[in-house]
């Protein structure tokens, strides 16, 4: 009888699962993210949304008019296929004209979902003045982000800049959806966002497919009127033989925009207690070791103002011309991280290079007409607590500096150095080392050296002039191969409280490891910090070249090649990035990589490429012998 009872008991609960009351119902087909325009200017506009399955999705368009009530609404742009992130381009549109879109999808199953109509305008930024909000670090806390998106309805922005971690982590599909789009959706369907890219976004496709970038590139640069924004990922490789640094310097360059302005993550200069400083009790960095050379190619192009984050707090800096505040020359360095990210109430430093630093939840309104520039920074009660205004001064026009190019930088036995003058008049003037001026009347000039050279270089005009270029081209010797490749890649570990690498000659190691690459992987067992490693092996070029070298280590790092220190990355620090380069004859050479990690994460990554190629693991050139 009780078997029975079960029996029933059991059939009537797989009946009651099987109703869709109580059974899995089907997920609705519904926007995981609104439409939201990635661009807008005066004759296009990109509009980007999400459904929650693949969707056949058209956009609806209409032109407003005086004499219509209600514009009739046509199809002006569909989907080729069932999609999930739909992407269109709407162009042919008339600067100042006011217009309307609306959304329209058709899943698989012939449901419909609609987004609400929405009016666009585009800017005539020949009438306009330019108008953008800034803001930064909305990482995690959507409450604050939505206080801000809130008072930025009421500025009305052309368009707004993120300076980077616009979530808290760039894997984690609701911290796009919930934490960052959601609190904006009504904005964002009429106001383009342009983001840089921030460490917490760690690289993640969604960052990329988001907003319609290239696939792992997010430099890029937007020309709004007489304004020129340059977005650089400082996440990555910027020093000076990187790609990123050669596209930012050209364009720097041949860029003839009244106003420049950058935006990176990371920031030049800060007063932050806590930030780019191994302890309190340490010297602070005052800004990103591995920036500091960008400083000398703004100012030498004549960047405005430089926007970044990172640092949760405000802070503006006197306008900063080679290290020193020039009112006239300077660029001026803006930290706007007040977006959400988490911050500590203690008082910044006191920096000669400070004029107003504040932890405060905020955001940036920024407006150029003409010559003049004006930014406020709002806090989160719609109060402006500080304001900044630049003017050019009109009867001083400076000539677009000379861009300094050579057939390499580094050479065996020479090299040819190029200077090409942008404007349209105007004259090069350069020397070669401390030698005396010379004017040349071509719009390039070629000089072939084969020693290390210092080519310095300006362009002089009737009434004005350029600032000066500066470029070292280097003759290095050439290293020679050695006889014999190593038969592992031995790493010795030690365990101790190393602040820096230490002598490791006079150490006896902990435990020893016969590899067969260069990574911490496969130093196991090893201690969770205050440990370090000395790696020795052989590598292999493939012909005689000069190579460049690339370290990043977390915390300190030293490259030794054929018994020569290549590069020394030491100090108790977070990632910090050094280059070098080296001339190698084709062949085997021996290497030692030194490592120590005091606490936290652990780092040490070794690429090595040709000067102006791309680069590659070190771990590709390790040689064996056969």
């Avoid at 440990?531 to 012909?543: D, I, L, N, W, Y």
Wanted: aromatic content about 12%; hydrophobic content about 35%.
């Amino acid at each position: 009888m009780k078997k029975l009872i079960y029996v029933k008991l059991f059939l009537g609960i797989c009946c009651l699962l099987g109703n869709p009351v109580f059974g899995q119902q089907k997920q609705a087909f519904e926007f995981v993210v609104e439409p939201y325009l990635i661009d807008l200017n005066s004759n296009s506009f990109q509009v980007m949304w999400e459904t929650s399955e693949a969707a056949r999705g058209e956009v609806y368009f209409a032109k407003s008019t005086y004499d219509i009530l209600s514009p009739e609404f046509k199809v002006i742009s569909s989907d080729r296929s069932h999609k999930v992130l739909h992407h269109h381009t709407i162009t042919g549109l008339n600067a100042n004209d006011l217009y309307f879109y609306q959304v329209v999808n058709v899943n698989q199953s012939g449901d419909t979902i609609k987004g609400p109509v929405t009016q666009v305008t585009t800017s005539d930024y020949n009438q306009s003045p330019v108008s953008f909000s800034v803001v930064g670090d909305t990482q995690g806390n959507p409450v604050v982000w939505g206080k801000i998106v809130g008072l930025m309805e009421q500025e009305r922005p052309q368009f707004i800049v993120h300076v980077g971690d616009l979530v808290q982590y760039g894997p984690n599909k609701d911290d796009w959806t919930d934490e960052f789009f959601n609190p904006a959706t009504k904005l964002l369907r009429y106001t383009p966002l342009y983001p840089a890219a921030g460490n917490h976004e760690m690289n993640d496709e969604k960052l990329y497919q988001y907003f319609n970038l290239p696939e792992d590139d997010a430099f890029y640069t937007i020309k709004k009127g007489d304004v020129r924004l340059f977005f650089v990922d400082t996440n990555k490789d910027i020093l000076p033989g990187s790609a990123q640094y050669r596209k930012l310097e050209n364009l720097l360059a041949i860029t003839d925009e009244p106003w420049k302005i950058v935006v990176h993550h990371h920031p030049l200069f800060t007063s932050d207690k806590y930030s780019y400083r191994s302890s309190l009790r340490a010297t602070p960095t005052k800004g990103d070791p591995n920036l500091f050379h960008l400083n000398n190619l703004y100012e030498t192009y004549g960047v405005d103002l430089t926007l970044s984050g990172h640092v949760h707090n405000y802070e503006r800096t006197w306008p900063i011309f080679k290290n020193h505040v020039d009112l006239e020359n300077g660029v001026t360095h803006i930290v706007t991280g007040g977006g959400g990210g988490s911050f500590r109430n203690t008082p910044n430093d006191i920096n000669w290079f400070s004029v107003e630093a504040k932890n405060v939840y905020h955001f940036l309104n920024v407006r150029i007409q003409g010559r003049k520039l004006f930014v406020e920074a709002i806090d989160t009660t719609g109060k402006v607590f500080d304001f900044w205004e630049k003017e050019k001064v009109a009867e001083k026009t400076n000539l677009l500096s000379p861009l300094i190019s050579s057939t390499n930088k580094y050479f065996i036995d020479s090299t040819t150095v190029t200077i090409e003058n942008i404007n349209e008049g105007g004259l090069i003037s350069f020397r070669l080392n401390e030698g005396l001026y010379q004017s040349v009347v071509t719009k390039k000039k070629s000089v072939n050296v084969d020693n290390t050279t210092t080519i310095s270089a300006m362009v002089n005009g009737v009434n004005n002039g350029s600032r000066e270029a500066v470029k070292t081209v280097v003759k290095l010797p050439e290293m020679p191969k050695q006889k014999s490749a190593k038969k592992e890649v031995r790493a010795d570990y030690y365990e101790g409280y190393f602040t820096e690498l230490p002598d490791f000659d006079a150490l006896n190691p902990t435990n020893s490891f016969s590899l067969d690459s260069l990574t911490l992987t496969g130093v196991v067992p090893r201690a969770k910090d205050h440990f370090a490693v000395r790696f020795k092996g052989s590598f292999e070029v493939p012909e005689t070249d000069v190579y460049r070298f690339f370290l990043e280590s977390y915390d300190g790092s030293r490259l030794i090649i054929d018994g020569k220190e290549i590069i020394d990355n030491d100090g108790v620090h977070y990632e910090i990035s050094k280059e070098n380069y080296v001339a190698l004859e084709k062949g085997i050479h021996h290497f030692e990589v030194q490592y120590f990690d005091f606490t936290r994460r652990e780092t040490l990554n070794l690429l090595v490429g040709k000067q102006d190629n791309k680069m590659v693991d070190f771990n590709s050139l390790i040689k064996y012998p056969k």
